[in-house]
Structure formats: C-alpha cells, structure tokens
Nanobody, 121 residues
C-alpha cells in the first residue's frame, strides 16, 4: 500500500517562515499531481497549491505571493515553504497525491494524516 507522511509542522511566530514536507512511500509506479490542503479549526478544507510532475503549479490566489510549492520526483516528495506567516495560517496541513501503484490499473488519490502548523506569539 501507499503512505503519505507529512512532517515539519511546528509552532512559529507571526512573520516567520516554515517548510512542511510530504513523502510518499510504498508500491508506487507514478505520482501525478501533488497538492497541499489545509484545514483551520472549525473551517472547511482549503486548497493551498498543487504541482504537476513537470513543475506546473496551481495556487490559491491569496497565498501565491507568500508560499512556494516544490517537489522532488526522485524522492517522491512535495514541499511547501511558507513565509510571512500569520495566525490565520494556523491549520492542519494535508498532503494529497494522485498515485498509480504497481498493482492498480488506475491512479487514485491518497492522503496524509496532516501536520499541525500553529502561528502564534
């Protein structure tokens, strides 16, 4: 089976920076788009950014100027660099990836369990 594991969540002061990571492992044949979502307390899941295998990105308009998404295909990893953080960025950040395994006929979405980012003084 495939696992996605996020890491790097932490407590950070307003104005600070933080990078969260997501690494996929398992019987992976190919990873298509990789996406970061986040969910603030009491709110709906929100799209942050998505990145294709060749590096094309899709962004939430409000976050594009502060965050950077990247991926390392050799490591089955996707990263989200967050700058100028505010308390409103406090959320659980989730990794999603469309993955084809060596067994499956079609690619399917997989989710990590999330990593907590807390922005507070």
């Amino acid at each position: 089976q495939v696992q996605l594991v996020e890491s790097g969540g932490d407590l950070v002061q307003p104005g600070g920076s933080l990078t969260v990571s997501c690494v996929a492992s398992g019987t992976i044949s190919r990873i298509h788009d990789m996406t970061w979502y986040r969910q603030a307390p009491g709110k709906q899941l929100e799209l942050v950014a998505s990145i294709s295998p060749n590096g094309e990105t899709t962004w939430a308009d409000s976050l594009k100027d502060r965050f950077t998404i990247s991926r390392d295909n050799a490591k089955n990893a996707v990263y989200l660099q967050m700058n100028s953080l505010t308390p409103e960025d406090t959320a659980v950040y989730y990794c999603n990836a469309i993955i084809r395994t060596w067994i499956s006929e079609r690619a399917a979405p997989y989710w990590g369990r999330g990593t907590q980012v807390t922005v507070s003084s």
